[in-house]
T-cell receptor, first 114, second 113 residues
Framework: DAGITQSPRYKITETGRQVTLMCHQTWSHSYMFWYRQDLGHGLRLIYYSAAADITDKGEVPDGYVVSRSKTENFPLTLESATRSQTSVYFC?????????????FGPGTRLTVT | QQQVKQSPQSLIVQKGGISIINCAYENTAFDYFPWYQQFPGKGPALLIAIRPDVSEKKEGRFTISFNKSAKQFSLHIMDSQPGDSATYFCAASITSGTYKYIFGTGTRLKVLA
């Protein structure tokens, strides 16, 4: 049972380039989330999705685009990468209707923008 | 009002000691307070969580204390072990809404052997 996979795990890109980070889950959880983790800021929500074709902004959405055409995939695109987007990105899922409210996190993608 | 303030930023504890991490929130609509544990190079994982209808929840060596009137909650790790060395995040959520978490800034715990 793979759970949540993120790819790539590490990425170095240049300022101005478009980058897509992939998130795939095998659980069919309705909710999916993208967070960025930065020292001193903890985890901040970028975008989330309640179901396929339903997405909404989180705390820090500027410079990012998401889509969710299939329940299992939730790609995050940086349209024109900036140095301030250097971070570790985590994808998470949650089962709708669950009373535990737990979010399950992937292993993360470390992105460096030069 | 959406912030969750976490302290301390880092903590060093001797093996066998008690580790205490504190969080405070402003939004009284929050009704779910989880703690996540993160080891280096891994994603966060749920450690323990509490709802505001109880003042304390214990799971093994880990206890959440919740003070609704003060809008504060804390994680206590009893008999701390070197294997507990990790970063701990508190969070808050409104369960009737969109299930978004607001995370604290994290506490890096190091337990000395």
């Amino acid at each position: 049972d793979a759970g949540i996979t993120q790819s790539p795990r590490y990425k170095i890109t240049e300022t101005g380039r478009q980058v897509t980070l992939m998130c795939h889950q095998t659980w069919s959880h309705s909710y999916m989330f993208w967070y960025r983790q930065d020292l001193g800021h903890g985890l901040r929500l970028i975008y989330y999705s309640a179901a396929a074709d339903i997405t909404d902004k989180g705390e820090v959405p500027d410079g990012y685009v998401v889509s969710r055409s299939k329940t299992e995939n939730f790609p995050l695109t940086l349209e024109s990468a900036t140095r301030s987007q250097t971070s570790v990105y985590f994808c998470a899922t949650r089962l709708a209707g669950s009373s535990s409210y737990e979010q399950y996190f992937g292993p993360g993608t470390r992105l460096t923008v030069t | 009002q959406q912030q969750v303030k976490q302290s301390p930023q880092s903590l060093i504890v001797q093996k066998g000691g008690i580790s205490i991490i504190n969080c405070a929130y402003e939004n009284t609509a929050f009704d779910y307070f989880p703690w996540y544990q993160q080891f280096p190079g891994k994603g966060p994982a749920l450690l323990i969580a509490i709802r505001p209808d109880v003042s304390e929840k214990k799971e093994g060596r880990f206890t959440i204390s919740f003070n609704k009137s003060a809008k504060q909650f804390s994680l206590h790790i009893m008999d701390s072990q070197p294997g507990d060395s990790a970063t701990y995040f508190c969070a808050a959520s409104i369960t009737s809404g969109t299930y978004k978490y607001i995370f604290g800034t994290g506490t890096r715990l190091k337990v000395l052997a």
